[in-house]
């Protein structure tokens, strides 16, 4: 739904703020910055606040999991950015498909409420990236990691290298995620699935999209067929299109 008129403009001006102390915090690059405020406007604008609270949540955990023993990742050359900012096209390519869902959802269907299929979507597409963090980010303090295709050694930080420890993360993120995105929108009074069926198929969507993120990283991005944010990007398709199959068969069950 499109919200009225100053619910909106609050909404659109707490996106503004958090951005902006982001980049002041330097979490984030100013443009990353500017496309996390744009695009954060139009998700509260056209479905409401917990599904903003829940972008804000997710950016809070991975900034927070990004700068986690920040000088041992430098050391190892595997920190994301220079001091642990996020560029533009990390920006994008978790907030794209979120955006995506927001303008499907709400465009010229005011004053319509967000479905519970909805809720389902958005929130596995941010579990994907909560696991995909997590998993990297918390992960590559393993000290060591294996192909998730050959399980041969690697070097930590390797795409497509996977350590028990980042797979628990990553799993961690994404349930994470479902319980956080369910109080929200229980909070709002915004309609979701079963309980069971809601924390199952988003935890289930978030955390395999990152095994298919990894693959996708080992078999394209190693060879220069992708970019970092496109795999991102596909592997968070993946978690949503997950999620819609899983909703599919919880239906099918009920």
């Known amino acids: 739904m499109v919200l009225a008129t100053l619910p909106a403009v609050v909404g659109v001006v707490v996106t503004i ?8 915090a330097r979490a984030l690059t100013p443009i990353a910055g500017a496309v996390a405020a744009a695009f954060g406007a139009v998700i509260v604008a056209l479905i409401g606040f917990p599904f ?23 050391s190892h050359h595997v920190q994301e ?18 955006t995506g869902l927001a303008i499907a959802a709400g465009w010229g269907r005011a004053p319509a409420l967000p479905t519970p299929d909805l809720t389902v979507l958005y929130t596995s597409a941010l579990a994907f990236g909560a696991a995909d963090t997590f998993a990297s980010e918390l992960g590559v303090l393993a000290g060591s990691a294996r192909s998730i295709l050959t399980f041969r050694p690697v070097t930590p930080g390797t ?25 929200l929108f229980r909070l709002f009074s915004t309609a979701v699935p079963a309980l069971a069926v809601f924390l199952a198929v988003v935890t289930a969507a978030g955390f395999l ?46």
């Not at 703020?17 to 002041?24: K, P, R, T």
């Not at 986690?68 to 430098?74: G, I, P, T, V």
């Open 81 to 98: 950015g220079v001091s642990g900012e996020r560029g533009v096209s990390n920006v994008l390519a978790h907030i794209l498909l979120p």
């Open 52 to 74: 903003l609270a829940l972008l804000i949540l997710f950016l809070v955990a991975s900034v927070l999991a990004t700068r986690f023993h920040l000088e041992e990742k430098r």
């Open 159 to 183: 795409n497509g290298g996977i350590s028990g420890t980042g797979e628990a993360w990553g799993f961690v993120g994404a349930g994470l995620t479902a319980l956080v995105g369910l109080a």
């Open 209 to 254: 999209g990152c095994q298919v993120d990894s693959v996708l990283g080992e078999v394209f991005e190693n060879r220069g067929y992708l970019s970092k944010g496109s795999t991102n990007f596909l592997g968070m398709l993946a978690a949503i299109g997950l999620g819609a199959g899983f909703l599919a068969i919880a239906g099918a069950w009920a």
């Open 17 to 24: 703020v958090l951005a902006a102390g982001a980049v002041a």
